[in-house]
DNA sequence: CGGTTGCTTGGAGTGCACTCCAGCGTTCTA
DNA sequence: TAGAACGCTGGAGTGCACTCCAAGCAACCG
């Protein structure tokens, strides 16, 4: 048995990936070319090909000419990588996970675990957060008092 | 009138600021080295020099020889910076809210609206982090199934 | 009084994640 | 068929937030 991960958004609950990337085009039909994968992902033309170079992306289809062509499939994986940037996960990181990807299925408890502790890690940065949002409160409070009092003092 | 903001933690119900920065001399005999200081706050002596250099420290005093003597107010200053450090606000911004804390009281509205911003940055970014904790979430459930499938196979 | 430790300075270097450039070829539009 | 628009490459540059360095002074220890 193989089990092959579809790292398709599919028809799931992905709650909102920031811009609207509603047109894809149907499987089969799905031939992007730089610029789209641009429009569609809010990244630089700059940054893709950066990312294929140092090994965050499998290898994109080439026109006959040589430009590249996404897949939905390359769509979808963008999408993936770019939630994994949104938690802070350093690109060396993201790179490694693309390793143990194209590695095979024998690196599913790599995988797992790396996820894992990802998701500690996105954890205990929202408590940091809450953290300083208590501080913000409290100084905001201060400000918004302050203001108040300095107005008053005006009547 | 004149409103003074004590920058001071005090008895306050500030939450957990890291390094459990107990050993506070009582005001009057707060004179600090930068190692201590080093060891009090977990930032380097590199650090805060360069904070001083940058416009993000107030002027620390000097001993005699002209070495620096950090104060329990220095010390509570460092505090709320590392706060903010930790919602993401960039250095720029905090040299800019320190200007405007050295500039008086008429500034008030104006570092009221940093913070106000600062604190929307912070309540989206925690909303970011928790949408990506559903793809986590469900590409670690993936993984564990995955491996149970796996493990299953073996039996 | 020599050595170690701690602190000083200005300026240079580092690591990360892009970001841009020059110089070139290809493809589309008028 | 001219010219704009788009894409390609390797390599250099950028901005941020530190981080380190060399050279030198000051204080204490044996």
């Known amino acids: 048995m193989t089990l092959t991960e579809t790292e398709t958004t599919g028809a799931g609950a992905d709650t909102c990936a920031g811009p609207p990337q ?37 290898h994109i289809d080439r026109s006959h000419t ?13 999408a993936l990588v770019g ?9 060396a990181d993201m790179v490694r996970y693309a390793e143990l990807v194209r ?5 599913y408890t790599e995988r797992f675990e790396l996820l894992r502790r990802t998701r500690e890690d996105v954890l205990s940065r929202i408590a940091e ?4 949002l ?3 409160d409290r100084k905001i409070g201060f400000y918004a008092d ?10």
């Open 146 to 155: 302050a203001g108040r009092a300095l107005a008053s003092e005006r009547t």
């Open 134 to 136: 208590a501080v913000l």
């Open 129 to 132: 957060l809450q953290g300083t």
């Open 103 to 107: 590695a095979g299925d024998h690196t």
């Open 22 to 58: 509603g047109d894809r085009r149907p499987d089969g039909a799905d031939k992007y070319t730089i610029s789209e994968v641009v429009a569609l992902t809010g990244l630089t033309a700059h940054t893709l090909r950066w990312y294929e170079r140092i090994g965050l992306m499998p």
């Open 66 to 78: 040589g430009q590249r062509r996404y897949s939905n499939r390359d769509l979808d994986w963008l």
């Open 83 to 91: 939630k994994l940037r949104l938690t802070g996960m350093p690109v």
